[in-house]
């Protein structure tokens, strides 16, 4: 059994005890001088694992401790960046960040609570995707497509997304069909409310949606490159209300041919709705 104290001179610190039990390490810890949520990297029994501690009770003894914890095994390295990864991929495909918005490496890994390596690991993943891209200082940035290249991309949703449909509007579940109408509802809100976050939430999701209940193969890998360019450009204008009710509107046909299970009027909706959306 180790115990590790971790602070700075004069400053609150976190005892960690670690035990190893059946090849597994069991871990506890002293919260009572120490703020929520704190966030260490250290290597310990020759694995770098990333650790969270937040809104748990003040523990009096390690023995206490270990018997409110569950038996968990550490969280892998790996895991680590593959969710940040994924955390920046989605917020880029939703629209949080805006095109030429600089991402500094420090200033995310703060954000996320996390260390510098998985996040610049994450962000060189997306480099290599054309999603972001490094400025000479070295800054990664989102970019900025020219007219041309977002007319391209939307070719390219007319094609892949069309081949969706007409398959989900055949394939589709009732589940599926009640999930994708929980999202027209939120878009139809969205119009209502002039809710530009609401709206690129619920927009990925539904087309998504829609790109899982077609069950191509690959589709979804296709898909997402095109949506983190896409998700940028939406957020860089604020729609008018006129553009706001036409694409409530035409995500409603969309789904109406879905449930109606016609996918050739599936096909001319959801050709519409990418079209018209690129007036955004």
């Known amino acids: 059994m180790s115990a590790f104290s971790f602070g700075s001179p004069g400053g609150p610190k976190l005892c960690i005890l ?12 002293n919260k009572a ?3 929520a949520p704190i966030f260490l990297s250290r290597e310990l029994f020759g694995v770098m694992t990333d650790f969270e501690f937040s809104g748990a009770p003040s523990l009096t003894s390690h023995s206490n401790a270990e018997r409110h914890l569950p038996d968990l095994s550490p969280v892998s390295r790996d895991m680590l960046h593959e969710q940040i990864y994924e955390m920046l991929k989605r917020n880029l495909m939703m629209g949080r960040f805006k095109p ?17 390596m998985p996040v610049r690991d994450a962000l060189q993943r997306l480099e290599s995707a054309g999603s972001v891209v490094s400025t000479p200082s070295r800054t990664m940035m989102v970019p900025v497509f020219s007219r041309k290249q977002m007319q391209d991309i939307c070719t390219l949703r ?17 589940e599926q069909l009640e999930n ?6 939120d ?14 939430e619920a927009n990925y999701h539904f087309h998504m949606l829609i790109a899982e209940m077609s069950r191509l193969s690959f589709i ?24 706001f009710q036409s694409s409530a509107r035409n995500h409603q046909n969309v789904y109406d041919a879905i449930a109606r299970r016609d996918p050739i009027a599936a096909i001319a909706a959801i050709r519409t709705d990418i079209t018209e959306g690129y007036n955004f």
């Not at 979804?220 to 553009?243: C, D, F, T, Y």
């Open 18 to 29: 670690a035990k190893r039990t059946n090849e597994k390490t069991v871990w506890c810890y």
């Open 33 to 35: 001088k120490c703020p």
């Open 100 to 116: 030429g918005q600089k991402l500094p490496l420090r200033g995310l890994a703060k954000s996320l609570g996390t260390s510098l």
């Open 158 to 174: 007319t094609v892949l997304e069309s081949a969706a449909v007409e398959r989900a509007a055949t394939l589709r579940t009732k």
């Open 180 to 185: 994708l109408g929980l999202h027209v509802a």
């Open 187 to 200: 878009i139809r809100r969205s119009a209502e409310t002039d809710d530009i976050d609401l709206f690129l």
């Open 220 to 243: 979804g890998q296709l898909l997402e490159p095109l949506w983190m360019h896409l998700g940028p450009s939406i957020r860089s204008s604020v729609p008018n209300k006129a553009l």
